[in-house]
């Protein structure tokens, strides 16, 4: 797999709380730059970087990283962000309702963001490292009739990021329609090309670049 086969399905990403303009112009050029699928960067940083590359595609996140903000805050949270230029929406669930056992809570929360944005892509962020394989699935199943587009396995702000047996079990239980985010601790260029050959859509990660042009093996967001 060559980096022009990898890089269309890079969201590259920065979303340190210290993260700096000069950080967000350098990650939005590279973006521009190796063709990625997006950048994906902080909330206060969308209007601003539409701004200055319009042409970029922008994804931001809602509800991170713990996802227990109000249903209402979310979506506000998201029409915000479309409003200022974000044409990707990666939110957080709210774990809470899950570890209550209340699937259904979760299924009207990102059924009400996704009405929020509308026929902007929505990314369902579930955090694997949290979950039994049985909630899991449960949530494979809340993403699907919700209505989102991508089911995400994490923030990279857990206890841990994307593994590939979590990519294994989506696939066997997400819709026909649901695509596949992995996130998190993507650390070299065989991860990359691991979660691609196993039906990922995306990868989220701030290293891509550094990996595919020179090998190196940093650390994912």
Do not use: W
Request: aromatic letters at 8%; charged letters at 25%; glycine letters at 8%.
């Amino acid at each position: 797999m060559n980096n022009n086969e990898i890089f269309p399905h890079i969201d590259h990403t920065l979303l340190r709380a210290t993260s700096t303009v000069s950080e967000i112009d350098s990650i939005c050029n590279e973006a521009l730059t190796y063709n990625t699928a997006s950048v994906c960067i902080p909330p206060s940083y969308v209007a601003y970087a539409h701004e200055k590359y319009p042409t970029l595609n922008i994804c931001t996140v809602i509800g991170f990283p713990l996802g227990y903000s109000t249903t209402a805050v979310k979506c506000f949270e998201a029409q915000d962000a479309i409003e200022n230029g974000a044409n990707e929406i990666d939110m957080v669930i709210d774990l809470c309702f899950v570890k209550n056992g209340d699937f259904a809570a979760v299924e009207s929360e990102i059924a009400a963001v996704k009405k929020a944005c509308g026929d902007k892509v929505l990314k369902v962020i579930i955090e694997t490292c949290y979950l039994t394989e049985q909630e899991k699935t449960e949530l494979c199943g809340c993403v699907t009739r919700a209505g989102a587009d991508f089911i995400k396995t994490s923030t990279g702000f857990g206890t841990d990021g994307a593994r590939i047996e979590d990519i294994r079990l989506f696939r066997q239980h997400i819709g026909k329609n649901v695509r596949m985010k992995a996130a998190g601790g993507v650390k070299s260029r065989s991860d990359l090309e691991m979660f691609l050959n196993e039906g990922c859509e995306r990868i989220g990660t701030s290293s891509a670049v550094k990996l595919l042009l020179s090998g190196e093996s940093n650390g994912g967001y």
